[in-house]
């Protein structure tokens, strides 16, 4: 049982645009979510945290967006960068528990 | 990454060997997080730990694994008798405290093969 998904395997993305990558979770006590970033052969790494009482957050060209109704949230990259392609993970905790629950990752890619 | 120190960094047992993976937390660190990631999947909790106590292990197989957090030294993730089953990449993460809502931070991992 997925508690935390990330549909999209991959996305490709051309410099200087949009990325978008979602995920979704079905476990309504979770109250806080974090994105990591993940390059081969090395640990996942701290990108951008929210918690529940907010819909947004903003950190540089990173923000995280949370819509609890549809247990969804999504990271977006403006503009994209070639040294941003890696491996995302959505990551979720509930309560106090520090425990966290990951998504499968999407590996972005962004093309020169 | 650099502040959780795992090794060894790659890991060969063969077929009911014995494995021990090392986690040294961050300095002033006293959480210890043990995390699976088989091929093609994310990371999967595995224990929790304090220092001396185990706090959550429902993440762990019940049988020939288990880990440990002594007062003096690093965190040891022990798997008996390893089965190719067993190959992945093993993360440890710490952090200051409970309550503290400040991320989880990784080391870079031990991969284990089991041949």
């Known amino acids: 049982d997925q508690q935390v998904k990330q549909n999209s395997p991959s996305l490709s993305v051309q410099e200087g645009r949009i990325s978008i990558l979602n995920c979704d979770y079905t476990?309504?006590?979770?109250?806080?979510f974090l994105w990591y970033k993940k390059y081969p052969a090395e640990g996942p790494t701290f990108l951008i945290s929210?918690?529940?009482?907010?819909d947004k957050n903003e950190d540089g060209r990173f923000t995280v967006f949370l819509n609890k109704s549809a247990k969804h949230l999504s990271l977006h990259i403006v503009p994209s960068q070639p040294g941003d392609s890696a491996v995302y993970f959505c990551?979720?905790?509930?309560?106090?528990?520090?425990?966290?629950?990951f998504g499968s990752g999407t590996q972005l890619t962004v093309l020169p | 990454n650099a502040g959780v120190m795992q090794n060894p960094r790659h890991l060969v047992r063969r077929r009911g060997q014995e494995a021990r993976l090392r986690c040294s937390p961050m300095?002033?660190?006293?959480?210890v997080y043990w995390y699976r990631q088989l091929p093609e999947e994310g990371l999967k909790f595995m224990v929790y730990?304090?220092?001396?106590?185990?706090?959550?292990e429902s993440g762990m197989p019940k049988e020939r694994f288990s880990a440990e957090f002594p007062k003096e030294g690093p965190s040891i993730l022990r798997i008996q008798q390893v089965v190719r089953g067993d190959s992945a990449a093993y993360f440890c993460?710490?952090?200051?405290?409970?309550?503290?809502?400040?991320?989880?931070?990784f080391g870079n991992g031990t991969r284990l093969t089991v041949t």
């Open positions: 730990l304090q220092k001396e106590n185990i706090i959550d």
């Open positions: 990551a979720a905790s509930a309560g106090s528990a520090r425990q966290l629950t």
């Open positions: 993460a710490s952090s200051p405290m409970t309550g503290d809502n400040s991320p989880l931070h």
């Open positions: 300095k002033g660190h006293s959480h």
């Open positions: 476990n309504s006590m979770f109250d806080y």
């Open positions: 929210i918690s529940s009482i907010k």
